[in-house]
């Protein structure tokens, strides 16, 4: 297969290290790799706030880039959520971009469920010892059903130990723009957030959207209790 | 918030947020709720298919809402009864007035209503000279303390224990222990003399069935019973979208109703009235009026965008999942409909961005509450439709447009990006100490005031892509001779 | 206030067609319970029925509802028994009547206590038990149906602090959906069809449940598994 990587804005302008790390999995397990280089950003930024002719014209560059992908995968459950859950109503308007955007929502995956249900590859053989827990972010879990999968790569990592995080249903307060412009609610989300990572007694967060673990751990360490974040990747590059 | 002061959004905000018992309530409350809620969901089994029933229900009443409002009416007045057609809130309470005046009543008890609250009925009542008796034990609650309701299935859920002993001390001339059973005795023992006596009942609706004229009310109580068995004279009030088309429907949505409010299968008292009393009845009200509020749910009719949220059947699992209303509890929003379902009717009810624009951002659109829905409003999805509609009529502020126009610049030309990002990264450690960023620049500093950030890498994605790709492909040619 | 078609007018309006004369029935599916046999349907529902905090017994005879009667009130009469302490619906099923018989427990029908309204009210308000019967139960959610008329009176199963009910053991339906179906095809319904489950309640101060608010605090069936 010749998949293609989508880095999401976050993670190429902060964690590169997981558009690193799928390529070389995805290289190891015998597909070609590449990365239409003229992607930016799928827009939820700017949907979530109500912009919504600005978003149509990320997306249409998100789109465009991707036009000759056979797959596309990323690092992100929110990225990809976007595009399966809104850029259908965003385009409804525009007969031609909402027959490029369906394209692109039938062959656009999330990473963990892109290993497991796709590639049906959960077991990469790799292993790390460490005491994680596993936050479930919104948008991976309620747009994209995303539940068993990361629990399944996790699984597969020998000597990781999952414990469980205390009302994990519960979302970080990260929502994007959500904290800059609600700050004072977010920061009491993420004050229960943090607490219940330091109650379910694990040395690593992990999750599947590194917006969410950087909203979290930055808090933690912010209030001395420092829990490092690590993306389900971060965790999988560690361990091959 | 007490009931003249006006609203000041970040004063509330702190209020609540600095309110240690409410904030520890509150998470009590909905966590109580959420968990009865999916026990009885999960005993009822195949949730979902119930979900959608209720979904197709609602959908169908809410696009045939003339026919079904018509056909009640007409059920209504065969029966008997006398039907208020309430356009504005000041046409339902005057229609209030009006059975007031003309009955020369005085005592009022009422059961929970929320049009009540919509429209702001009992300070009006109170000035005429009315008793006016909150009989629920959560809605007499927070009468006594002047404060509006902040859950709709459970008002007071804000006070602890001596708090509500205290305020019921004057009341009963004495001091009384804080113990559940004392409470609750002093509440039953008080109510008796004023359900006994009481000249007019006001209740709610829970449905009101259009084919018979019968009014559904679901509580635990007994005093919705109370309030619709003893007195002469009963009002009820109604949102105008709460109708079932038939007993059949009723069914479902009492199944969905009971166990989505308290996770109960059946609350334990289910009434079905159609009033006014039969011929020979001993007990009943002679004289029945049902008053049916728009106010401006005609308009929410007429919005294909948010026509969903009158599927609501104001059942308040949205409030227990959400996550901004575990932190803030119901007095911080403002408006007599809180948690997510008052995010997204409020500045339709009210018609005023201006006075309620706020409320659409009181959410991480997190989802869960479109996933609680038992009729699957997509609620998360209704609260950026506010955002979007703020922003086509020029709402927002100048600076946020800048801002946006901003970033769909950078995120249509990524090679501009990279450029801007490597100059962040370089002139990043001014913001910097002990290698995280500490501080900078608004908005970012809302960020930093309670969180570090990982400093930018020297390299993106893109400057890293080049040398990866030759990896990549180094390895595959490798892998290629191997074969 | 609005003239009633203008306000229909303008739903129609907003709906963007005109008021249909007619729509289709609506659709659904939903899943059933439903159990297997009478002696089930009883059993289940005396267990959820007392689960909920009520109190109940199947009876073959009135005799061995005499027997409850007495566990549950007193022997052989309640502390206090007197003549106004038991009002009851004017029409108890003939075995309810035959139990108050052979108890010798003076009882006094509601509708009868009085043609005045207050009076009646009053006589609701010393009574320490109301005695009915009831025209369906639900299985699934230990539910009583009670529907009024002339001879019964809403009040007996509300007003006084016990209530306790008579119901014939084939009226117990599974679920709700039942009871729906029943009332579709009863014709106009009466003035108030009383859907009881258990004893009154509150969890409105901290959350913490209290049984027996303004309803009844004490709830009692007897299941005439013969009828």
Known sequence: MRISIFITCLGNMLYPDLGVTMAKIFSQLGHTVDYPDNQACCGQISFNSGYTEDTRAIARNLIDAFEDSEVVVAPSGSCIGMIHHNYPSLFENDPVYLKKATDLIHKSYEFSQFLVNVLKQPDLGARYKAKVTYHPSCHATRLMGIRDEPLTLLEHIQGIEVVPLPEAQLCCGFGGTFAIKMPVISEAMVQEKAQHVIDSGADILTGLDMGCLMNISGYLEKHGHPVPAMHIIQLLGKGM | ?483 | MSDHQDFIKHLALKLGRPTPASVEPINVQVPHYQLNSPEERIDTLLANWESLGGKGIKAQTPEEAVQALKSWFGDPEPKWLNSTSIITWGELPDFAQNTFNQLHWTTQSYPDSSSERSARINVAAQAQLGVTGADYGIVQSGTLIQLSNARRGRAVSLVPPRHLAFLAGSKIKDELAEIMEELLTAGAPPAAIEMISGPSRTSDIEMDLSIGVHGPIEVYLVVMTEL
């Open chain 2, 1 to 483: 918030m007490s009931e003249n002061k006006p609203y000041d959004m970040q004063e509330a905000l702190d209020k609540a947020l600095k309110d240690d018992f409410l904030r520890m309530a509150t998470r009590r409350a909905t966590d109580k709720l959420r968990h009865q809620k999916l026990d009885a969901a999960n005993q009822l089994g195949d949730w979902e298919e119930w979900r959608e029933a209720g979904e197709k229900i609602r959908n169908q009443v809410i696009l045939n809402l003339d026919y079904y409002l018509k056909q009640l009416i007409e059920n209504v007045e065969k029966n008997g009864g006398h039907v208020h057609l309430a356009k504005t809130p000041q046409d339902a309470v005057n229609a209030v007035q009006e059975i007031f005046q003309k009955h020369n009543a005085k005592t009022l008890i009422k059961s929970k209503s929320m049009i009540s609250e919509e429209i702001h009925l009992n300070p009006v009542l109170e000035k005429d000279g009315v008793e006016v008796i909150e009989t629920d034990l959560g809605e007499y609650i927070v009468q006594i303390a002047h404060e509006p309701p902040s859950h709709i299935i459970v008002p007071a859920m804000h006070k602890n224990r001596d708090q509500i002993a205290k305020l019921f001390e004057p009341i009963a001339g004495h001091s009384l222990t804080s113990d559940t059973p004392t409470l609750t005795k002093f509440a039953r023992g008080k109510m008796r003399k004023k359900f006994l006596n009481g000249e007019i009942g006001i209740s709610g609706c829970n449905f009101a069935v259009a084919d018979t004229g019968t009014i559904a009310m679901v509580t635990n109580e007994g005093n919705g019973r109370m309030v619709s068995t003893l007195p002469k004279v009963q009002i009820t009030l109604m949102g105008m979208e709460r109708i079932v088309p038939s007993f059949k429907e009723l069914g479902v949505m009492l199944n969905l109703l009971a166990r989505s409010a308290t996770g109960q299968r059946l609350s334990a008292y289910t009434t079905l009235y159609t009033p006014p009393r039969r011929e020979g009845d001993v007990d009943g009200p002679e004289e029945w009026h049902l008053v049916i509020l728009d106010h401006n749910r005609s308009e929410i009719l007429g919005d294909p965008d948010f026509r969903a949220s009158l599927r609501c059947i104001r059942c308040g699992s949205c409030f227990n999942v959400c996550p901004v209303y575990r932190q803030i509890g119901g007095h911080a929003y403002g408006s007599v409909y809180a948690g997510p379902i008052g995010i997204v009717i409020t500045p339709l009810l009210e018609q005023d961005y201006e006075k309620w624009g706020h409320l659409p951002y009181f959410s991480s659109i997190c989802g869960a509450c479109a996933e609680a829905c038992p009729v699957r409003i997509p609620l998360h999805d209704l609260i950026v439709k506010h955002r979007d509609r703020k922003v086509l009529t020029g709402q927002t502020s100048a600076i946020e447009h800048q801002a946006f126009r901003a970033y769909r610049y950078y995120f249509t030309h990524p090679k501009v990006l990279r450029h801007f990002v490597h100059w962040g990264a370089r002139m990043q450690f001014v913001f910097m100490r002990r290698g995280r960023i500490v501080m900078g620049p608004p908005p970012l500093a809302n960020w930093l005031k309670s969180r570090y950030l990982t400093p930018l890498p020297r390299q993106t994605f893109d400057d890293l892509w080049p040398m990866l790709e030759r990896r990549l492909k180094k390895i595959e040619l490798q892998r290629g001779e191997q074969k």
